[in-house]
């Protein structure tokens, strides 16, 4: 019987403690998410940022079968970030550590859900 | 003491069993994110819907300060979907039921993440 295996990989990133001027930045964040996804050895189909008044930046970047997305709150020193990929050897954990680092993160939760997991159980 | 509560609402969504040819259309795939959208009264700034080959889409919709994502595996009738909202009055559930239905879904799981659950335990 063939083992059961993931179809896609997602990281759901918490980030707390950051800097607060980057995270109400959204040109240096859309740098650092597509360095992020070049990293992961991602390949960009195309990315959108969008900064709100009077703070927080959206941003999405698409990647081949994947996407890297952020949502901030400079208020709170918080960014949620996920990073969607189809490619268990995309180096997601490099993009990781990237993204902690650039925005200067003092505290963060990392959880890793392996998406499709049932897809064999009723196959046709 | 105030209670904590959550910036962002995620909801992971599994959805297995569906129909093949529509996990196949990006145009229908578009149309379905961007009702479903409306229906969780979200203000759409941006979608954007890939088609790959021989099989598979992709699309983002970006909604203010939130995001509608979804990844398609027509080989395998599973559809990987997650919506991050900030407004946890938002009607996720409307959504996640309009695009159970219209993908005909017969087999599905739904996650609900809380982000942000701590910004508060360290707040400067």
């Given amino acids: 019987m063939e083992e059961s295996k993931a179809l896609g990989f ?5 980030l707390y403690e950051c800097n607060k001027l980057m995270l109400n930045d ?3 964040l859309e740098r650092i998410m597509l360095e992020a996804a070049e990293l992961a050895q991602a ?3 195309k990315s959108h940022f969008h900064q709100f008044s009077p703070q927080g930046v959206s941003g999405s970047v698409i990647i ?4 890297f997305n952020i949502h901030t709150w400079p208020e709170f020193s918080y960014a949620a970030i996920d ?3 189809c490619n268990s050897e995309m180096s997601s ?3 990781v550590k990237f993204i902690v680092e650039k925005l200067e993160s003092k505290r963060h939760n990392i959880n890793l859900l392996q998406r ?3 897809y064999r159980a009723f196959k046709k």
């Fill in 116 to 118: 499709g997991m049932d």
């Fill in 43 to 45: 390949t960009i189909i």
């Fill in 26 to 28: 959204a040109q240096s």
């Fill in 64 to 67: 081949s079968e994947s996407h």
């Fill in 93 to 95: 954990e490099l993009a």
């Fill in 10 to 14: 997602h990281t759901i990133l918490d």
């Fill in 83 to 85: 990073l969607f990929t």
